[in-house]
């Protein structure tokens, strides 16, 4: 088996760039995800992989809700921001100035100028390896009608 191999043919898969947000104890964070994908249409279920060490990952697993909005390609900074900093730290929406908007079913805010915000409830979670996979429930959903050019990432790398 060459690992190597295996782990660029995996990263050869295309996916798209969202942040997950999260809510606790009044304070708001965000983090880069590119490990989601639907699941079911009815109910209408998505699942995103989130590392157990990661600040989110908590948030998530305690309060049992999360928004996933999908960046657009012009997006790449809080992308990269959102994925290389950690919300124990710092606080990248204000950092990002990144406008929210209250949602209508989770407590966790939705980010405007995004292609599409997702509110979720946890209907489940299972443990994959360093990871949780956490089985969303799409409760409420918008778009943006203005956008239509997803961000995605394709052997590591930004597409933009």
């Known amino acids: 088996m060459d690992k190597e191999l295996m782990n660029l043919a995996v990263r050869s898969l295309v996916w798209p ?13 965000i983090m880069t ?15 995103i992989s ?16 999360f928004v996933v909005s999908i960046l657009g390609s012009e997006q790449k900074e809080i992308a990269v921001v959102c994925g290389s900093r950690s919300g124990r730290n710092v606080d990248k929406v204000k950092q990002l100035k990144i406008e929210t908007i209250p949602s ?3 407590k966790v805010p939705q980010l405007a100028g995004c292609l599409a915000n997702m ?4 209907a489940a979670q299972y443990p994959a390896g360093n990871r949780t996979l956490f089985v969303g429930e799409v409760v409420a959903a918008d778009i943006d009608k203005e ?8 052997r590591g790398k930004y597409i933009e």
């Open 104 to 106: 209508t079913v989770v």
């Open 33 to 47: 995800v590119a490990w989601i994908t639907q699941i079911s249409a009815d109910p209408l279920q998505l699942i």
């Open 147 to 154: 956008n239509l050019k997803p961000m995605i990432m394709y």
């Open 119 to 122: 509110e979720c409830k946890v």
């Open 50 to 65: 989130i590392d157990k060490s990661r600040y989110t990952h908590n948030m998530i697993s305690e309060t049992g809700e």
């Open 17 to 29: 760039v969202c942040l997950v947000g999260a809510t606790q104890n009044e304070k708001h964070n």
